[in-house]
């Protein structure tokens, strides 16, 4: 069972947010792990660092949600604890890419994978997925795949 380098850079820091007394930070880095944890016990599998950036991306896109949520509920109590959980979480996330990198990648993978149509989206989805997991929105790049489709 080898440690990812993901999962040990939050494992020492959780030890550091323990030492420093930093209780949002644990709190937060505690989600981390219990549902990296998770989705290792049903799977029966070691995650590699791509699956903890799967499940990272899940959780980022889960406090989206909820912030959005919650600022419409007028819970800006809600709205700064899932923000800060965010920020949190964020840190552990590759670089984001930007628009005119996205639209480099789309552009290549349009060319390599010769999709005409829409039903041939799920050819470039499939090669954008490595490369932008965890960096981009991909309901955003499936839109942009989409729009270039039609």
């Not at 950036?53 to 600022?71: A, F």
């Not at 509920?73 to 965010?86: T, W």
């Amino acid at each position: 069972m080898s440690v990812t380098e993901l999962k040990s850079r939050i494992t020492e820091d959780v030890k550091s947010a323990m030492r420093s007394g930093d209780k949002p930070r644990l709190a937060t880095l505690r989600l981390v792990q219990a549902a990296i944890k998770q989705i290792e016990v049903d799977t029966r599998e070691t995650l590699d660092d791509a699956g903890v950036l799967g499940v990272l991306e899940k959780m980022v896109k889960q406090r989206r949600e909820s912030i959005s949520q919650y600022g419409q509920a007028g819970r800006d109590d809600l709205v700064a604890v899932e923000e800060a959980e965010l920020a949190i979480i964020q840190t552990y996330m590759p670089e984001a890419l930007s628009e005119a990198e996205i639209q480099a990648l789309v552009d290549a993978a349009l060319a390599e994978s010769g999709a005409s149509s829409v039903r041939d989206m799920g050819k470039v989805m499939t090669l954008l997925k490595p490369q932008m997991q965890g960096r981009a929105d991909m309901a955003m790049v499936s839109g942009m795949v989409k729009a270039r489709l039609n």
